[in-house]
């Protein structure tokens, strides 16, 4: 109950993007759906498929949650990115600066002019 509740208040936050196509779309193709909804439809025979059967409601949850996972990681690398090339900007720059100015820590270096 209650992450049906946190889901119902999330609902209210989402964009309109998300709201109107909420998941990315499948990458199956339109047969490989048809064998897809057609397993999903058949009973259950086993004890552990019943019992998630019980929480279909919670589909649409899982959904988003892995779409928010997968966004994570994303942003994750991302940052690992952004990090590495600020990194390398700095690098660069105190590069150019010391060209500008001599010291003996400087004159140790090879000097980028």
């Not at 019992?51 to 690992?80: H, I, M, P, S, T």
């Amino acid at each position: 109950e209650r992450i049906l509740r946190l889901a119902e208040m999330c609902r209210r936050l989402e964009t309109e993007e998300e709201k109107v196509l909420p998941f990315y779309p499948s990458s199956l193709a339109e047969d490989e759906q048809r064998d897809a909804r057609r397993v999903l439809e058949e009973p259950p025979t086993e004890p552990l498929a019943q019992a998630v059967r019980d929480y279909v409601g919670l589909e649409r949850f899982w959904q988003r949650f892995n779409k928010v996972k997968l966004e994570e990681q994303a942003l994750e690398r991302e940052v690992v990115t952004v990090r590495q090339r600020n990194r390398w900007l700095r690098e660069q720059l105190q590069q150019y600066l010391a060209g500008f100015c001599v010291t003996q820590e400087v004159l140790g270096e090879r000097n980028p002019l």
